[in-house]
């Protein structure tokens, strides 16, 4: 065997090894990003891409839109949830990197009519390459129609309260 024959396997077998290694600690930091997306509670995370699809989204965000979250990896968000208004601020914070928080934001969820007005706090972070290039977003939500219903029953007086005490 030739002394370039066997570098060249030596270098494969080192290439292997490392690649190996690599992919071992790709799975482990995947499974550690589970982890933390499934471990907020009420919380819902998802990871969006500069043009606004899904490629990473927790249990609790899929399970509220009726989904598994697999089932949401590559869908648009703006194609499952249509609001121009919304579309505009999220494009903006592609476009200006500045990050964007809102509470109490009403929305109703196309599929599901009967749920009526639910409210959220969000929040849309922008995410940036080593070139301070927006790449994606870290878009994550609260759901706070529980909380805006009892501030309501708190706030309703006179012959209101009856109405909203009694639905």
Same mark, same amino acid.
């Given at each position: ?24 600690? =790709?799975?482990?930091?995947?499974? $550690?990003?589970?982890?933390?997306? &499934? ?23 899929? &399970?509220?839109?009726?989904?598994? @979250? ?5 869908? &648009?968000?703006?194609? =499952?949830?249509?609001? @121009? @208004? ?23 969820? @196309?599929?599901? +009519? ?9 929040? $849309? ?33 006179? +012959? ?8």
């Amino acid at each position: 065997m030739s002394i370039g024959i066997m570098a060249t396997s030596l270098i494969s077998a080192i290439d292997s090894t490392q690649f190996r290694k690599d992919k071992e600690a =790709l799975k482990e930091e995947d499974y $550690l990003i589970d982890i933390i997306m &499934n471990c907020t509670g009420k919380s819902h995370i998802v990871f969006l891409d500069k043009d606004f699809n899904f490629i990473r989204v927790s249990e609790s965000y899929a &399970n509220t839109c009726g989904y598994s @979250p697999d089932e949401m990896i590559g869908m &648009n968000h703006f194609t =499952l949830y249509p609001n @121009p @208004p919304i579309e505009a601020i999220f494009a903006k914070v592609r476009d200006t990197g500045e990050d964007y928080e809102i509470q109490d934001n009403p929305f109703i969820f @196309p599929d599901q +009519p009967g749920r009526g007005v639910t409210y959220w706090d969000w929040t $849309l972070k922008a995410v940036k390459n080593k070139e301070s290039q927006v790449i994606g977003f870290v878009f994550s939500l609260y759901e706070t129609t529980e909380l805006k219903w009892s501030g309501l029953l708190g706030q309703a007086t006179g +012959p209101h309260k009856w109405v909203v005490d009694r639905g």
